[in-house]
Structure formats: structure tokens, C-alpha cells
């Protein structure tokens, strides 16, 4: 087991709840979602196991470190990108790779080497010599996943990954979170999306301040009742093909369509959203930007005490 939480909890100053019980494991080869809507712990979380954050009460070992006695060891066998930017906006992006592999303990040689593959990876190639505070959010959150490339570590927790990218990169991400897996390292990766986890993740801790289930996405896919799918449109005529398709596919309770998107409601019982943004995709319509999201999280609220 690379990654064992017990009980942990987090009660910050002032009173206010981050966790107040969170327990799981995370293997080798193993991607791990922690599953819940926003503000449910799953930041704090990642933030204890990999010691930025020292917990209340409860206990924590990554690769069989204390996570609060040992922490310098447990750093030295983890990866963090965190949701928040921790970029030097005033390097280029190939200066901020090289930069952090050489904190990851990389010679410069190393590290721009690294930094190429990496580059390569989340197709940066062409903005290596761009400075990150010209470039766009998106661009930016590809340049801080790529540090999760640049060398192998043991554990890699990933807050909100895909956040700001477009849909094909995100499909690219997650196939590259699942390669990253399968060399080896444990995967603890927080996400608010339940089709992110289906696409990605071996099992899921269900978080709302507490674990209220876990195990695969299928055995707690029930908590969420619906999902709300939203795609703006380069055309009109593409407005009309999507929504065709989308009225055809079972479990697709509505859909709507506006000036320039295309607004549905799925069952999340009934459709497989990775199934269904794969076969959206193949359809090479004009998709400006694709959003799927829970929207209903009601079982899972009303649980909470």
C-alpha cells in the first residue's frame, strides 16, 4: 500500500470542518479519485498526506512514512500538482520545467531533457521560449501538469488536474494519468466530476467532509442522480447535428439548445459519459468548449450530520 489514510482529520482555526474522517488506501499501479462536489475536503486531503497541511487528529503513511513525523522522507517519494497556479509566471515554460525538475533533484542536463519529454507530452513544443504569464489559463495548467511527467515518483496526487483544458486534452490527460499508473506510481487525484472518475480512476472515495462509500465508480455512481452536459457550438448546423444525436441516446432525459450551445440532462444510472464524449468526439463537429458536470448531489448531502 503506497498511500494509507486512518482516520484523519482537519479542523482549521476558527472552528471550520476541512475533514472530520477520511480513511482509504491507495496501491501501486493504482489510480484513486477522491469523488465529491466542491468544498467536501478532498483539497485538504491531498494536502495532509503530502504534508503541506498537518492534520488535527488521525494518521498518515505514504510508501510507509508518518506523514507527520517523517515528513522530508514522504517528500522525497511523492509528486504534488496541486489546483492552485504554482508557476513563475516570469520564466519561459521550458525555464520552469527545468526549474522544478532540478527541485525534484534532476541535474540540469536531466532536467532539460525531462523538460522536453514533458513538453512533448502536453504538446508545449511551441512555447518553450514563451514566458507562462503570456500565455493562456489553459496553457498554463498544461505547463503545471506537465511537472507530474518530468521524473518517476512513487505517489503522484493530482488536485483538479483537467481544470481550464479543453476536452481533448483532458482525454489526453487522463490517458496519460492511466500510462503514468501503470509505470508504477500510485495516483491520488481529486476531482469533482463523476465522469472524470469513470474515465480514469480503478476506485473512488465517495468525500464529503467524511467518506461516505468507496470502491469502484460503479458501486458509487448511484449518490449522484443526474449530469448536466453543455456544449457551445461553432455553427448552427452543428447546434442541429449534436442535438439529433443526443435526443437518440438513452438516458438523455432533455435537451435544449440556446444561441450558440447545446444543453442536455443525462441519467447518470442509465448513460456512460465516457462512452458518449468518445462518440460525440468521433463526430468531428464544431465543439468550442465542452462541459459535463454532477449536478445533483442530494443522497450525498443529505447524509451528512
Not at 467536501?40 to 494536502?47: M, P, R, S, Y
Not at 503541506?52 to 510507509?64: D, E, K
Not at 527545468?98 to 533533484?105: P, R, S
Not at 511537472?147 to 486534452?169: G, N
Amino acid at each position: 500500500m503506497s498511500v494509507v489514510a486512518e482516520d484523519l482529520k482537519k479542523i482549521y482555526r476558527g472552528g471550520t470542518v476541512g475533514v472530520k474522517e477520511v480513511s482509504f488506501v491507495a496501491n501501486k499501479c493504482e489510480v484513486l479519485c477522491l469523488l465529491g462536489p466542491n468544498g467536501a475536503g478532498k483539497t485538504t486531503t491531498i494536502g495532509m498526506l503530502s504534508t503541506i497541511i498537518r492534520p488535527t487528529a488521525g494518521r498518515g503513511y505514504v510508501c510507509g512514512y508518518d506523514i507527520v513525523r517523517e515528513a522530508r522522507k514522504v517528500r522525497e517519494h511523492i509528486l504534488l500538482v496541486p489546483q492552485e497556479q504554482a508557476l513563475e509566471l516570469f520564466l519561459t515554460v521550458e525555464e520552469n520545467l527545468i526549474f522544478y525538475g532540478m527541485l525534484l533533484g534532476l541535474s540540469r542536463s536531466e532536467a532539460k531533457d525531462a523538460a522536453r519529454r514533458a513538453m512533448e507530452l502536453l504538446g508545449l513544443e511551441q512555447y518553450a521560449s514563451r514566458r507562462v504569464i503570456d500565455l493562456s489559463g489553459g496553457l498554463q495548467r498544461r505547463v503545471q501538469l506537465a511537472y507530474a511527467f518530468l521524473t518517476h515518483r512513487d505517489v503522484v496526487f493530482l488536485d483538479e488536474p483537467t481544470i481550464m483544458l479543453d476536452h481533448i486534452y483532458r482525454v489526453k490527460v487522463w490517458n496519460l494519468i492511466r500510462e503514468l499508473a501503470k509505470r508504477g506510481s500510485a495516483i491520488v487525484m481529486a476531482t469533482n466530476e463523476l465522469e472524470e472518475a469513470e474515465a480514469v480512476c480503478d476506485r473512488v472515495v465517495f468525500l464529503n467532509k467524511k467518506v461516505l462509500a468507496q470502491g469502484t465508480v460503479k458501486e458509487v455512481k448511484g449518490l449522484v442522480d443526474a449530469i448536466k452536459f453543455e456544449a457551445v457550438m461553432r455553427s448552427r448546423d452543428d447546434i442541429e447535428k449534436l442535438s439529433r444525436v443526443l435526443r437518440d441516446v438513452k438516458g438523455v432525459v432533455d435537451v435544449d439548445t440556446a444561441e450558440d450551445r447545446v444543453k442536455a440532462l443525462l441519467d447518470a444510472k442509465v448513460v456512460d459519459v465516457n462512452q458518449l464524449l468518445q462518440e460525440v468526439s468521433r463526430l468531428g463537429l464544431g465543439i468550442v468548449e465542452l462541459r459535463v458536470e454532477s449536478i445533483s448531489w442530494r443522497d450525498l448531502r443529505s447524509s451528512i450530520r
